[in-house]
């Protein structure tokens, strides 16, 4: 017999710093979700990507207390800012993008580096080719302030 779907949510989670501690854990125990169940196969599954990178979640539960989850890539904004070679600024210590885009640069990345963007983003991204997701990639540079050479 199949499981009645409870509902759904989605988190950003750091891949392998799954915690019962805010945000994940309140979010996870107002639903009966079993909190560090749920933070050993996150880790688990994330082990072998890079620690630290934002992974955004999509848990699936059930009435029965049981729960699926799908692991997406990081985003775009991560791997761009991580080429570019962004330094953290601001409160939350942040690498940001360009306060004006399209008016204000700040910083360049190569094609090669936007090819292999998308080529790690090619599962998550709606394109039938490596070409088109770089289109999507050159996109999401451009509105950040960055300039692809």
Known sequence: MAKKLAGKMKLQIKAGQANPSPPVGPALGQRGINIMEFCKAFNAKT???EPGAPCPTLITYYQDKSFTMDIKTPPASYYLKKAAGLKPVGKRNRPRGSEAPGRQTVATVT????????EAKMKDLSANDVESAMQIILGSAKSMGIEVK
């Open 47 to 49: 082990q072998d990507m």
């Open 111 to 118: 094609i090669k580096q936007v090819r292999e963007i998308a």
